[in-house]
């Protein structure tokens, strides 16, 4: 398998996967990269993702796409099959009393480009602007009924952590 490129803007990932003997061997070429403003095309794009992420998810509006992407600290990642956005992640990066620390939200593909190497693609590339952007640490959460994202992080070296989840919902 190879997966190339840091972003900066852009990069170019080519991957391809073999799954064993006798398995189906995959090739996928897809574009990552990081979304640079929000625009219509995007919304329409998370708008129908997020529900693949999470039914009950909110579909950004507008106003919160512009926000998130004047965040320095919040990275947007597109997964491109030509025009066709197939997936995207966050990554945001920041700094704590003892060191920076990266963390990744809302990993999504479309259904119909599931198991392809798109999701891998897009956590390789939200741990290269982690690194890039000095991140000591990469931390990310996912429920325990997720299947293919708790086969994905572990094969990326991702490790669980014995450490309690909590939430203080405020809105
Ligand atoms: C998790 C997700 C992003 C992975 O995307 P993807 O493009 O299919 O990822 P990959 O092709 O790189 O495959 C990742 C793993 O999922 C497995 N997988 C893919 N589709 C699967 C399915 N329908 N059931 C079980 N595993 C599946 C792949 O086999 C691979 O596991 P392996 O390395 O053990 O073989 C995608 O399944 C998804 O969007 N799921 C719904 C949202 C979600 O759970 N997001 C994660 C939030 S933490």
């Given at each position: 398998?190879?997966?190339?490129?840091?972003?900066?803007?852009?990069s170019?990932?080519?991957?391809?996967?073999?799954?064993?003997?006798?398995?189906?061997?995959?090739?996928?070429?897809?574009?990552?990269?990081?979304?640079?403003?929000?625009?219509?095309?995007?919304?329409?794009?998370?708008?129908?993702?997020?529900?693949?992420?999470?039914?009950?998810?909110?579909?950004?509006?507008?106003?919160?796409?512009?926000?998130?992407?004047?965040?320095?600290?919040?990275?947007?990642?597109?997964?491109?099959?030509?025009?066709?956005?197939l997936?995207?992640?966050?990554?945001?990066?920041?700094?704590?009393?003892?060191?920076?620390?990266?963390?990744?939200?809302?990993?999504?593909?479309?259904?119909?480009?599931?198991?392809?190497?798109?999701?891998?693609?897009?956590?390789?590339?939200?741990?290269?602007?982690?690194r890039?952007?000095?991140?000591?640490?990469?931390?990310?959460?996912?429920?325990?009924?997720?299947?293919?994202?708790?086969?994905?992080y572990?094969?990326?070296?991702?490790?669980?952590?014995?450490?309690?989840?909590?939430?203080?919902?405020?809105?």
């Amino acid at each position: 398998m190879s997966c190339q490129g840091l972003i900066s803007g852009v990069s170019l990932s080519a991957m391809g996967r073999g799954l064993g003997r006798g398995a189906t061997f995959y090739w996928v070429n897809v574009r990552i990269e990081s979304a640079a403003e929000a625009t219509p095309e995007l919304q329409k794009a998370l708008a129908a993702l997020m529900p693949q992420l999470n039914p009950s998810l909110q579909v950004p509006s507008l106003d919160h796409l512009k926000a998130m992407v004047a965040d320095p600290a919040v990275t947007l990642l597109l997964a491109r099959d030509g025009s066709e956005i197939l997936g995207t992640a966050a990554v945001v990066v920041y700094t704590t009393p003892i060191w920076v620390k990266a963390r990744i939200e809302d990993v999504v593909v479309d259904q119909a480009a599931r198991g392809r190497g798109v999701g891998e693609a897009l956590v390789k590339e939200c741990i290269e602007v982690a690194r890039h952007r000095g991140a000591a640490v990469v931390e990310l959460q996912s429920a325990r009924s997720r299947e293919a994202a708790n086969r994905l992080y572990p094969r990326l070296g991702f490790e669980l952590r014995d450490s309690n989840v909590y939430r203080l919902t405020l809105r």
